[in-house]
């Protein structure tokens, strides 16, 4: 009940007008950007986060879950009508959703992909807010040596996000850990790998390297497949009855599975997508019909994506830990605007961290009223040539890596992460590891630190106090349990697109 | 052009074994730095970096040795390298530029410059839409966001 009372305070101020015109903004933009071909959400809400810095804390982050929202839900119309996945979680939507298109259909299906979407999110938000303060009440419980248990939990986040092979994925990571050490080290600030270069010292700035590595390595990627839209018509947007009765159970069938297992770590919505498409096919009366344009084929890995992402919210909250690369820039903003998601988040932050969470389920109900009757003008959007979108892409990465910390140098260094990005997207190094890496690479450190210095050195207190050493051997159980099912997963990725993306 | 790749591992490899060793040296010299300043501190700013350097270059040995499943790569060519290569040469010349020519100018002179690279428009479509470019990133840059931005000999 404490939860019911502290999430009315919570929707008492996300409703104000500024906070509510602040969440339609976000959808609206987030949407925008999210539809155009060629940029995922990572990079849609990396490029979008510098245009929340002029608001104050709360209605920034309440745009920012706007445009985090909206930018999720792009990914879909471009799969459903240009056949384009822009990110390997939309990849089993486009099986059906494109061959729905063809059929004049396509409205049906982004109707569908945006009620599955609403339903699984607003599920998922209820979840949120049950479990995340129980969970986040266990604070006392947990000590550095503890925390450092859970960046260990994290790491095998990352090991499994790394599309089948484990030592590409280790190798990002540690790239990505690497990074994170450059600047001023945490217990004397002497400078660390600035190698004498004073400019070095702030540490590589996060907007910078998100930009390079998701925006500009993704206009060159998009730039060398020569996307080109095609022209389909729509009908009509609304379901008629009909849909809805065979789409329903879909949905609420994904929703279930991607929540589920969207709890274990490592299990991003690029694989829970597969297991609901794949769970919805098997039991079919005519399993004929999928790949041919079912509605229900569309509608369960949408809402298990939808689901994937809230259940991904409860880590990120209770827990400090981002799930995937979308919610680690979100992670980025949250604590840009002072608020630090883990276990202290509901004891220190609690007025705002409801706030947020009420503006999740405002997001989500935002993104249904506002995809509905606006599908026609997002279609509209995909028919934008790359020769235009390109540039705008590029201009706008490279404003927005300037503009975090007005830095030349950052603008250089998104340069040459989108160099880079480019080059290990295309011999397939999955960069979501690195990225997450950077972000948990300085906590993880500071537990390491405390730990040590608690047991005066020795490494033995992570095995002898009962909580830490349950969250080793819990990582080390979802390693195993994650292994298994990415592997099924990359295998689905595998056949169905004959090629290898990273999950 | 199509080709399985395989240099890459070797390439990843070796850059692990170059910043994981680059991670060590680092490390040394900050265990020499904290024994001289802090007395009696187990663990410092040197610990991380040991662990990770030592992790590093086994991981690219690892990475060096043990043959990887390998990737289908496909190298871009004609129109699409050319178009790459050009926009990434605009890139960094608007990089180059930005202080000492301005904010204003270079910005327009890139969007024309990306148009004609990216876009294949002809000289008067792309001069007109970088010159909308600049205008709308004026506004969002400049007026909403308040953000400074370098002027350049010009003032602009």
């Given amino acids: 009940m404490d939860a019911l009372v502290a999430l009315g305070g919570g929707f008492a101020a996300a409703l104000s007008p500024m906070n509510l015109a602040m969440a339609v903004v976000g959808a609206l933009l987030g949407t925008l950007v999210g539809v155009l071909p060629g940029l995922g959400p990572t990079a849609a809400i990396a490029l979008l986060f510098p245009l929340t810095t002029v608001l104050a804390p709360v209605p920034a982050i309440i745009m920012l879950s706007g445009i985090y929202y909206g930018a999720m839900y792009g990914?879909?119309?471009?799969?459903?009508?240009?056949?384009?996945?822009?990110?390997?979680?939309?990849?089993?939507?486009?099986?059906?959703?494109?061959?729905?298109?063809q059929q004049g259909r396509g409205g049906v299906a982004l109707g569908v992909a945006a009620i599955g979407s609403f339903v699984a999110g607003t599920l998922?938000?209820?979840?949120?807010?049950?479990?995340?303060?129980?969970?986040?009440?266990?604070?006392?419980?947990?000590?550095?040596?503890?925390?450092?248990?859970?960046?260990?939990?994290a790491f095998?986040?990352?090991?499994?996000?790394?599309?089948?092979?484990?030592?590409?994925?280790?190798?990002?990571?540690?790239?990505?850990?690497?990074?994170?050490?450059?600047?001023?080290?945490?217990?004397?600030?002497?400078?660390?790998?600035?190698?004498?270069?004073?400019?070095?010292?702030?540490?590589?700035?996060?907007?910078?390297?998100?930009?390079?590595?998701?925006?500009?390595?993704?206009?060159?990627?998009?730039?060398?497949?020569?996307r080109v839209a095609i022209a389909t018509k729509l009908r009509n947007v609304f379901p008629r009855a009909a849909d809805l009765r065979q789409a329903l159970p879909a949905i609420l069938r994904g929703t279930?599975?991607?929540?589920?297992?969207?709890?274990?770590?490592?299990?991003?919505?690029?694989?829970?997508?597969?297991?609901?498409?794949?769970?919805?096919?098997?039991?079919?009366?005519?399993?004929?019909?999928?790949?041919?344009?079912?509605?229900?084929?569309?509608?369960?890995?949408?809402?298990?994506?939808?689901?994937t992402s809230s259940a991904g919210f409860i880590p990120l909250l209770a827990l400090g830990i981002p799930a995937s690369p979308p919610l680690a820039v979100l992670l980025g903003g949250l604590m840009v605007y002072g608020l630090q998601p883990g276990p202290l988040l509901f004891e220190r932050n609690a007025d705002f961290a409801w706030t947020v969470i009420a503006s999740f389920y405002v997001g989500n109900v935002i993104?249904?009223?506002?995809?509905?009757?606006?599908?026609?003008?997002?279609?509209?959007?995909?028919?934008?040539?790359?020769?235009i979108l390109g540039p705008v892409i590029l201009l706008l990465a490279f404003l927005g890596a300037y503009s975090a910390r007005n830095s030349m140098l950052d603008v250089g260094v998104s340069l040459v992460c989108g160099i880079a990005g480019y080059l290990l997207r295309k011999y397939q190094w999955?960069?979501?590891?690195?990225?997450?890496?950077?972000?948990?690479?300085?906590?993880?450190?500071?537990?390491?630190?405390?730990?040590?210095?608690?047991?005066?050195?020795?490494?033995?207190i992570f095995f002898q106090r009962g909580v830490a050493l349950a969250l080793l051997l819990g990582a080390a159980l979802l390693l195993v349990l994650s292994l298994v099912i990415v592997h099924y997963a990359s295998q689905r990725v595998r056949e169905t697109t004959a090629e290898e993306m990273a999950l | 052009m199509n080709f399985t790749a395989s240099g890459d591992r070797i390439v990843v490899g070796a850059l692990l074994v170059v910043l994981g060793t680059a991670a060590l040296l680092e490390a040394r010299r900050l265990h020499g730095l904290r024994e001289a300043m802090v007395a009696g501190?187990?663990?410092?700013?040197?610990?991380?970096?040991?662990?990770?350097?030592?992790?590093?270059?086994?991981?690219?040995?690892?990475?060096?040795?043990?043959?990887?499943?390998?990737?289908?790569?496909?190298?871009?060519?004609g129109a699409a390298r050319a178009q790459m290569l050009g926009s990434g040469a605009v890139l960094a010349a608007y990089w180059v530029i930005l202080p000492t020519v301005g904010y204003t100018l270079s910005t327009a002179?890139?969007?024309?410059?990306?148009?004609?690279?990216?876009?294949?428009?002809?000289?008067?479509?792309?001069?007109?839409?970088?010159?909308?470019?600049?205008?709308?990133?004026?506004?969002?840059?400049?007026?909403?966001?308040?953000?400074?931005?370098?002027?350049?000999w010009l003032g602009i």
């Fill in chain 1, 156 to 226: 095998t986040v990352i090991a499994s996000l790394s599309g089948g092979s484990l030592v590409r994925g280790f190798a990002m990571a540690m790239l990505g850990y690497f990074v994170s050490l450059i600047g001023l080290g945490p217990s004397t600030a002497e400078p660390r790998f600035t190698f004498g270069w004073e400019p070095l010292m702030g540490g590589v700035e996060f907007i910078a390297l998100v930009v390079g590595l998701f925006a500009i390595a993704e206009v060159f990627l998009g730039l060398e497949e020569a």
């Fill in chain 1, 430 to 460: 999955p960069l979501a590891p690195l990225l997450l890496a950077y972000m948990l690479g300085p906590l993880l450190e500071k537990y390491l630190l405390q730990s040590l210095s608690m047991s005066g050195g020795s490494p033995l």
């Fill in chain 1, 256 to 307: 279930g599975i991607g929540f589920v297992l969207g709890l274990l770590p490592g299990c991003a919505p690029g694989v829970t997508v597969f297991l609901a498409y794949d769970a919805e096919k098997k039991l079919a009366r005519e399993p004929e019909r999928f790949g041919r344009g079912a509605i229900e084929g569309v509608a369960a890995p949408e809402s298990a994506n939808n689901a």
């Fill in chain 2, 41 to 77: 501190a187990v663990v410092g700013d040197d610990t991380f970096p040991l662990i990770l350097g030592a992790a590093m270059v086994l991981l690219g040995l690892l990475c060096l040795i043990v043959r990887l499943p390998s990737a289908r790569v496909s190298v871009p060519a």
């Fill in chain 1, 75 to 101: 990914g879909s119309t471009t799969a459903i009508l240009l056949n384009i996945p822009g990110e390997v979680a939309s990849v089993p939507t486009c099986l059906d959703g494109y061959p729905l298109a």
């Fill in chain 1, 124 to 153: 998922g938000v209820i979840a949120l807010t049950f479990f995340a303060p129980p969970l986040a009440d266990r604070a006392l419980w947990f000590g550095p040596p503890e925390y450092f248990g859970l960046m260990v939990l």
């Fill in chain 1, 367 to 387: 993104l249904l009223l506002l995809n509905l009757p606006l599908i026609g003008m997002w279609v509209w959007l995909t028919r934008i040539p790359y020769g």
């Fill in chain 2, 109 to 152: 002179l890139a969007a024309i410059a990306l148009y004609r690279s990216m876009g294949r428009y002809r000289w008067p479509v792309a001069v007109a839409a970088g010159a909308v470019t600049t205008v709308v990133l004026h506004l969002l840059f400049r007026i909403w966001l308040r953000q400074p931005l370098p002027a350049g």
